[in-house]
């Protein structure tokens, strides 16, 4: 293995675990986080010629046997099953050697399985009624991670490995700092040894958790050499060698050290003394005086460039991921350029750059999904967002056994086909050709459809053969018809039988097609769901699928990427994430930018453009006005209301309904109307006057506001509600004249009718039988959209929202619509009653229509 550094500790655990494999089948390897216990074993493995066809595992206590025997799954022939072994019948069977990471975290059932392998070298499988003697090549490794508690070595379970005497065991020895050193020497030459050492005798000097891994010292020192390869200042001032201690290193080459060291050890601190002192810490050993690092990586703003082929932040330059550039991206999107913004953004493309996976942390409305999703549409990257809850399910991420629906099959493929067609031919000359298409869509016609789209794809041959296209558009139509061709045989089969598909998880396809994917709310995640996560993570680049039906494992893509965000684990349902997780991610706290020149960037990139007077410090000092009164002034002291969260998404909510209104409305008008709904709608009511009083202190410096009047109608498809055009319904308007309005249910109306105007989902707080879903229905009614009320309670299922299979009266399963996706479809308005029993195990399904 190119990348091992052999050193004396390296050599003397690599001895002791080669002795170990030659004499036991069964190897037990032991040692610290970021020992190298997995390095070493695929580094062995690769000597012996295995690594090939080498099996790793992460293994947890939702493991059971049949994920490591097999099992009898669903094949696309109706009716049919077939066995599929897994990965330990296959490295038994085969003579592979198969690596199972964390055994401790193993179910008893997983060791039951172990035992006549680790007793008799065979392997019981019940299900088949077979026992499969051990190939002479087999080994079966496993790893368990220790942990150091004073002079103690300690295990994540309390108790042993069950029959821990069977195993061969090797305890590795970690590293120490002079070894590391030497293995960062031999990886990258020309390195600045001064600095290395420093950072790695911070392993010892600092009190509890180590500030300083291994994994984390690699990492850096990667980053630190890959910038440090055409850097004329250190390869002129080292063109004889490495130096030790004694060597000459200028400002220019420290301050990159300090700035990737902050990356990877110090920007995972929220701001705080922990924070402070790392960095001062950190300084220290790269050499740059206090007063010149602080500034260096806490007040500097990267700038952004867009090339012709790549995008360049600060002191990254990332090429363009596809054909899709930043110059395409929708300009609606307001990207306000500020300082925590722009340095985040950089460190973002500079993990992208060294193929780290990202944890974002920090509280909620900070932006740490948008900063993901701005870079991802920059790069012309597909990003793929799951939000995770306590109910995501492992099937969600990898995929599984799915009813095959013919009509939702068909519709994507006729909206590709259409796609396709449109790009090759001409539409006019060909419109006979597509109505009857459309009119077999229409008429629900499946197979006809899609013998039509076949003759659609046998006439672009046909054209091929005259005319030269693009190899990619080439192998969209080859792709194309092979799916034509296999829904046809399906069409045909589920004829008499219900036919299944595997359906890929939207982890498993950002891994084979090379998206990101951006998993948020980690920390809500099932512990089953994390090892998932776990198991893609590091230098795996081979995936198992035990449910698919095959044996073949899924090649990484190259541009696969995992981001991940959580909050503080402070809230309930909000946990720490392991260590050994933890520590796969850079991880990179944000913070909340409360900055008044920070404010003034945003808010002049969201509405600076509206007016010649945008009010931009009136709003700036408004805004900082409500956060220092939230917790004082805008709240019961005693406890009976909670303080408000007023964030960056409080502002940017509001502002971006001045944006939509203020065409309309005129400035002032939008603007007061925006800050009320922000800021205001959030509190009870006695608090509204206080949030009037500072809108009129701050923007209209104790003037008047200007009273609000109906503007003439934006489309015939509005009806006014006051000052408010509210988009109309294709109900014919009914004003109730059962509901009353009083002062201030008016009020609560007016607020309502703003927040459609702006196309926001709205919660309502209050007392039961205070008339929240009656003043719905009153608006609704008024502009005539269909009201829907869903009643909430305690056995609410998800699938009452999304929708489940059902058998019609043929027998055959299809796909029924919730109650959600139909509202959705038809533009209904919808009130979740009662959202408190059954929240967690239904806010997924929910949680995609928000935003």
Wanted: hydrophobic share 40%; proline share 4%; net charge negative.
């Amino acid at each position: 293995m190119p990348n091992l550094v052999v050193t004396e500790t390296v050599e003397n655990n690599l001895r002791a675990l080669q002795k170990t494999l030659e004499c036991s089948t069964a190897v037990l390897v032991q040692g610290e986080i970021g020992c190298g216990k997995s390095l070493l074993v695929m580094h062995l493995a690769e000597l012996k010629g295995a690594k090939e066809n080498m099996i790793q595992l992460n293994v947890d206590d939702t493991f059971d046997s049949k994920d490591l025997l097999g099992k009898y799954t669903a094949t696309e022939t109706p009716g049919a099953f077939e066995w599929v072994p897994g990965p330990l019948t296959l490295a038994v069977e085969r003579g592979y050697w198969i690596l199972m990471e964390d055994i401790d975290l193993a179910s008893f059932d997983v060791f039951s399985v172990i035992l006549s392998l680790l007793e008799n070298s065979t392997l019981f499988i019940s299900d088949k009624n077979l026992t499969i003697t051990a190939h002479k090549d087999f080994k079966l490794i496993a790893t368990q991670q220790l942990f150091t508690s004073g002079n103690a070595l300690l295990t994540k379970k309390s108790t042993a490995v069950p029959y821990a005497e069977l195993w061969g065991t090797v305890i590795m020895e970690s590293l120490p700092s002079s070894e590391i050193c030497a293995i960062i020497a031999a990886m990258h030459a020309n390195f600045p040894q001064s600095i290395a050492e420093n950072l790695a005798d911070l392993r010892v000097n600092t009190m509890g958790t180590p500030l300083v891994s291994l994994r984390t010292l690699l990492k850096w020192a990667a980053r630190v050499a890959k910038l440090l390869n055409n850097s004329v200042q250190f390869s002129k001032n080292n063109s004889g060698g490495t130096a030790g201690a004694g060597e000459f290193l200028s400002s220019t080459v420290r301050e990159i050290a300090l700035k990737e060291a902050y990356d990877c050890f110090v920007a995972k601190f929220a701001p705080g003394n922990e924070h402070d002192s790392t960095l001062l810490l950190i300084a220290s050993a790269c050499g740059v005086p206090d007063a010149v690092a602080e500034p260096l990586v806490l007040e500097n703003k990267p700038i952004q460039t867009v090339n012709s082929n790549s995008f360049s932040i600060g002191r990254v330059n990332l090429p363009f991921l596809s054909v899709v550039n930043g110059l395409s991206r929708d300009s609606r999107v307001a990207f306000a350029p500020t300082r925590l913004a722009m340095s985040l953004l950089e460190r973002l493309g500079a993990a992208v750059d060294s193929r780290e996976h990202v944890l974002l942390s920090g509280e909620t409305g900070v932006g740490k999904t948008f900063i993901v999703q701005y870079l991802a549409d920059q790069l012309g990257q597909t990003l793929i967002v799951h939000n995770l809850n306590q109910q995501t399910d492992t099937s969600d991420f990898m995929g599984g056994w799915k009813p095959v629906d013919v009509m939702i099959t068909v519709r994507e493929l006729y909206n590709d086909f259409i796609a396709l067609f449109s790009d090759c031919f001409n539409a006019e000359k060909n419109v006979d050709f597509l109505h009857s298409l459309q009119q077999s869509m229409s008429a629900r016609k499946w197979e006809r459809v899609t013998k039509q789209m076949l003759k659609g794809c046998n006439t672009f041959r046909v054209k091929q053969a005259t005319t030269e296209f693009p190899q990619e558009v080439v192998d969209r139509w080859t792709e194309e018809e092979k799916k034509l061709q296999d829904t046809l045989e399906i069409i045909d089969q589920t004829k008499a039988n219900v036919a299944f598909r595997f359906e890929e998880g939207s982890l498993v396809k950002a891994w084979r097609e090379g998206h990101w994917i951006l998993l948020d709310e980690l920390n809500l995640a099932t512990n089953e769901v994390l090892e998932r996560v776990s198991s893609v993570l590091g230098d795996v680049d081979r995936l198992f699928l035990s449910d698919r039906g095959t044996s073949e494992p899924i090649h990484r893509h190259k541009n696969f990427h995992v981001f991940a965000n959580m909050n503080p684990p402070t809230d309930v349902g909000k946990k720490d994430l392991p260590p050994s997780l933890r520590s796969r991610f850079t991880e990179f706290y944000v913070s909340e930018p409360f900055n008044r020149n920070d404010v003034s960037i945003v808010v002049k990139e969201y509405i600076g453009f509206l007016t010649h007077d945008p009010k931009i410090e009136e709003i700036t000092q408004f805004f900082l006005d409500c956060v220092e009164k939230a917790k004082t002034v805008l709240c019961s002291l005693d406890g009976e209301t909670k303080p408000p969260s007023f964030s960056l998404r409080t502002l940017t909510r509001a502002l971006s309904y001045v944006r939509k209104a203020a065409p309309l409305y005129g400035f002032l008008t939008a603007l007061y109307d925006g800050l009320l709904l922000g800021f205001a709608t959030p509190l009870q009511r006695r608090f509204h006057s206080i949030v009037e009083q500072l809108i009129v202190k701050n923007i209209f410096k104790n003037k008047k506001p200007p009273s609000p009047t109906l503007p003439k109608q934006p489309t015939d498809h509005c009806i006014s509600y006051e000052h408010i055009w509210v988009p109309a319904g294709e109900q014919d308007p009914f004003n109730d004249p059962a509901f009353i309005l009083t002062e201030s249910v008016k009020g609560h109306v007016t607020n309502l009718a703003r927040a459609v105007f702006a196309n926001r989902p709205v919660l309502l707080e209050g007392p039961t039988s205070s008339g929240k879903s009656s003043m719905v229905k009153y608006l609704a009614e008024l502009t005539g959209n269909t009201f829907v009320r869903i009643n909430n309670h305690d056995s609410t299922e998800v699938q009452e929202y999304l929708g489940h299979y059902v058998t019609d009266e043929t027998g055959k399963l299809r796909f029924v619509d919730g109650i959600l996706v139909t509202a959705v479809r038809n533009g209904h308005w919808v009130v979740l009653g009662r959202t408190e029993p059954g929240a967690q195990r239904c806010a997924g399904g929910t949680e995609s229509t928000l935003g």
